[in-house]
């Protein structure tokens, strides 16, 4: 079987899709099945057992530009016999099957939280990449049944396969030693809650608990002046902004921190809260869309809109040491329910029944 695969998250190989993308072609390459990525632009994997196609293009606002003129013609010339997008479009003018992706509906259930060029190639490309593919995979229950709600026609098409935790380096080991640092990762923009997260952390130290720093790793992103709101919140003393943090530095953030807040608003899986279980942390999250999936009974769940009920729960994970000890105990066996080799073999089996009906 020869696979056509949309590569270009692996030009930012450390964001959720990229890493997603990364894990899966991966495995997909060990298989005997020919694969063939496209891209924009050059990419860092290099694998003999792949057959790489790039551009050269050094601007990413034209990226979906060139996928949807470019990809089909390379599609061609290269017989591939199924497409697969791992990020919500599809290359509409192909005429290879087509399986598709999707990772949350963020444009639908939180559009304020993007940025309007985001927003629009969504609300441009993802419905007629639904409506084109023969098979759709979504990363969670909670991301099928806003499909699902959406667009109630494509029901029958999706295969729900979960995400898992990032491969680390060497194996995660657990610190029986607690720390003072709370820990929070991803994105600095709306849909994260950065701003419920310092409130709630300012409501903690006017309650008097001061033992513990907030980290806050991730890149900049957009929309939130997080220094700012730091300086109003009287907390330069009390938290870290850490950046972009690396592999490397990120299981070091995972192995070293007490628990991880992350309390978004809208997640299509949460990464995030996995990564922390690995390495054996509780997690506060929210009690909505994906999460409470995702983190099982390992977590303590909070509504987002609430920075008192975020505060809380970090007291409680401060205070009650039994409380702490009960939910770390269960994470390992959380984490465990997720499986990068089983999310690959279960999406080449739908690649390869979508290959087995074009027949």
């Not at 990809?71 to 497409?83: L, M």
Request: with cysteine.
């Amino acid at each position: 079987m020869r696979i056509g695969i949309d590569a270009r998250p692996l030009t930012l190989p450390s964001n959720g899709i990229g890493r997603y993308t990364r894990e899966i072609v991966s495995r997909l390459a060990a298989s005997h099945h020919e694969l063939f990525l496209y891209t924009h632009q050059p990419i860092e994997l290099q694998d003999d057992r792949i057959t790489f196609r790039c551009g050269n293009l050094d601007r990413p606002l034209f990226a979906s530009a060139f996928a949807q003129y470019r990809f089909p013609r390379w599609a061609y010339i290269d017989s591939v016999e199924v497409f697969w997008s791992p990020r919500h479009h599809l290359p509409l003018f192909s005429s290879a099957p087509g399986v598709v992706t999707i990772h949350d509906l963020v444009w639908r259930k939180a559009p304020d939280s993007m940025i309007g060029l985001g927003r629009l190639l969504e609300a441009l490309l993802m419905p007629p990449s639904l409506r084109k593919a023969q098979a759709i995979i979504a990363v969670s229950e909670a991301t099928r049944e806003d499909l699902v709600e959406y667009l109630p026609a494509v029901t029958d098409r999706i295969s729900v396969i979960p995400e898992a935790a990032f491969t680390p380096t060497e194996e995660p080991q657990l610190n029986p030693q607690r720390s003072n640092e709370i820990l929070f990762v991803g994105t600095f923009e709306p849909r994260k809650n950065l701003p419920g997260i310092l409130k709630a952390f300012a409501l903690l130290i006017e309650q008097g608990i001061t033992s513990h720093r907030l980290i806050l790793a991730g890149n900049p992103g957009w929309k939130e002046n997080v220094a700012g709101l730091i300086a109003h919140l009287g907390l330069e003393g009390h938290v870290t902004l850490f950046g972009q943090a690396n592999q490397v530095e990120l299981e070091k953030l995972y192995q070293n921190c007490d628990f991880t807040v992350q309390p978004a608003f809208y997640e299509g899986f949460g990464l995030p809260v996995l990564e922390a279980m690995t390495y054996g942390k509780p997690v506060i999250t929210s009690n909505l869309s994906s999460m409470p999936e995702v983190a099982g009974d390992a977590a303590l769940l909070v509504d987002p809109n609430s920075p008192e009920e975020i505060a809380e729960a970090m007291k409680r994970l401060i205070t009650e040491p039994d409380l702490y000890q009960t939910l770390a105990s269960r994470t390992r066996a959380q984490a465990a329910k997720f499986s990068w080799d089983r999310a690959a073999a279960e999406t080449l089996r739908v690649l390869e029944s979508v290959v087995e009906n074009a027949g």
